[in-house]
């Protein structure tokens, strides 16, 4: 039976009600993408695990920062080789009680540190449209996972970007939710104001169904919160009443690839030809400082959680002829470019005589670009742009340069320090590979989003199957 389910175009929706009419059983599905990472993921790199699970339900991949009892978790970093949690992060426990058995743990850039999932100690992935091209990072093992058919549904962590960029250049759905409406509990820290995890998908209604089990107040995670309301599914393709703003700065903003651009445009045509009432808006600070602003507060907090990373606790451990060395050697050992980038940076910004010029000046900052997203919001019900600047690079063509790379995040970096929720969805295509449209919506918006991206979904018809495999 698993060897004719068709991994490729299976949603979890799909998968979900096949097995509540019992045309094939939890066994079959789970052994069925098995048989496809076996098939495909030696080419991919999307796992850096597979795990034995009893899950009798639609089968997830979790990314590698996301604490799972019993089985490895590393960030993509070799300083905690060998680190197996003893619990279950909240999100893991949770997914796990709605029955959906563990496939493995899937690759990330070291600490979810970058957009290109390059920056892994473990190797890079690939995108599944071209194998010689990036998947976007943090996140880019789940990505490319979901649109691989190796699982029908992730999840991912955003910081900066982290799942919206990689869905974007995979030509997937991928949603950052609202801050503080899902537990970061056992989740490894990156940068804990901006740190949060969400569902990489098919289809934003298998996002929307993942987000409703994930989602909620957590007694473990004081920054949690209850939904306001319950996560509805959505359906049909209206967006009468619907107020879409075009933020100018986010669609013109240096960089933006001319293929994007079109695609994106003709993706705003499409909501005008469903109802909704579009117009122009601006975000003119939040665009200009949020790149500066967020490699201010990032890299602060990045240096102070990844302080605890000693060699005493947990992980790698160096030896030394002093306490103060076996630290130095395993730090210096343990963590790759990327994450030494962030720490020295962040601790310089947090250094005495600088933390007001920078980390403290920062959060200023941001105060503003809330507040301008907020006045944008009472304008408008979301907010439009492409998810990224470009279509998927090559791999090793940013891999020297910092700043380029860093620019992969620059449209969606800040909602995210907003705290806003923003949902990509694949817009068409520029030279053959995968657009994506971002939208941003207010505080827990999450149900007006899924409304939006279902209805342009369906008028956008995109096939989410790469061309290669069709």
Not at 351 to 361: E, I
């Given at each position: 039976?698993?060897a004719v389910?068709d991994?490729l175009r ?8 096949l ?11 789970r ?12 080419e991919?790199h ?11 339900g639609?089968?997830?991949a ?13 960030a ?6 060998g680190y ?13 009680a709605a ?18 999932t ?27 996972a ?11 962590s ?25 537990s ?5 820290a ?7 995890v969400?569902?990489?998908a ?9 987000y ?6 957590d ?10 309301e ?9 967006l ?12 013109e903003?240096?960089?933006i690839e001319?293929?994007?651009?079109e695609?994106?445009?003709?993706a ?9 009432e ?7 600070r ?12 990032a ?11 000693d ?12 306490y ?9 050992e ?12 962040g ?26 997203h907020?006045?944008?919001l ?13 279509v998927a ?22 909602s ?9 969805i ?8 995968p ?23 369906q008028?956008?018809?995109f ?8």
């Open positions: 039976m698993a389910i991994t299976l949603t979890a929706e799909g998968a979900k009600d097995l509540k009419r019992g045309e094939l059983t939890g066994a079959e599905l052994a069925a993408y098995l048989d496809a990472i076996a098939e495909r993921d030696g991919l999307c796992f850096l695990r597979t795990a034995d699970s009893d899950g009798d639609v089968p997830i979790l990314k590698d920062v996301i604490s799972t009892k019993g089985v490895e978790t590393t993509g970093s070799r300083i905690l080789d197996v949690p003893v619990f279950d992060a909240t999100v893991a426990a949770r997914v796990k029955g959906l058995g563990l496939l493995g743990k899937t690759n990330t850039d070291e600490f979810a540190m970058g957009s290109s390059e920056n892994s100690a473990y190797g890079p992935s690939r995108n599944p449209w071209d194998p010689a091209r990036v998947p976007g990072g943090s996140g880019g093992g789940s990505a490319a979901v649109t691989a058919g190796l699982a029908p549904w992730a999840l991912g955003d910081t900066g970007g982290s799942i919206k960029q990689p869905s974007a250049l995979c030509g997937n759905v991928g949603l950052r939710p609202t801050y503080g409406s899902v970061r509990y056992g989740v490894v990156f940068a804990s104001s901006l740190d949060q969400g569902p990489v098919k289809t934003v209604r298998d996002v929307a169904l993942l409703s089990i994930i989602a909620g107040r007694p473990l995670d004081s920054t949690t919160a209850e939904l306001p319950a996560v509805r599914l959505p359906e049909g393709d209206s009468a009443g619907v107020r879409v703003g075009v933020p100018t700065e986010l669609n903003a240096e960089g001319p293929g994007v651009r695609a994106v445009q003709r705003i045509e499409f909501a005008e030809e469903l109802g909704a579009v117009g122009e808006c601006s975000l003119p939040s665009v200009r400082y949020g790149m500066p602003c967020y490699y201010l507060i890299p602060a907090e990045a240096s102070s959680n990844l302080a605890r990373y060699g005493v606790r947990f992980g790698k451990r160096a030896e030394g002829a002093s103060q060395e076996m630290v130095d050697r395993t730090r210096d343990g963590f790759g470019p990327e994450p030494k980038r962030r720490i020295m940076l601790t310089y910004a947090l250094s005495s005589g600088y933390y007001d010029a920078f980390y403290g000046q920062a959060q200023k900052v941001r105060t503003l670009i809330i507040e301008e907020r006045e944008a009472e304008r408008f019900d979301v907010l439009v742009s492409p998810t990224s600047p470009t690079f090559k791999i090793g063509e940013r891999a020297a340069d910092p700043l380029a790379m860093y620019a992969s995040d620059l449209l969606t970096i800040p995210c320090l907003a705290g806003l929720p923003g949902l990509s694949p817009c068409g295509l520029s030279a053959g590979l657009v994506g449209l971002q939208l941003i919506g207010p505080q827990f918006g999450e149900n007006l989003l899924f409304r939006v991206g279902h209805a342009l979904e008028a956008l018809g096939d989410i199957v790469p061309e290669r495999w069709r």
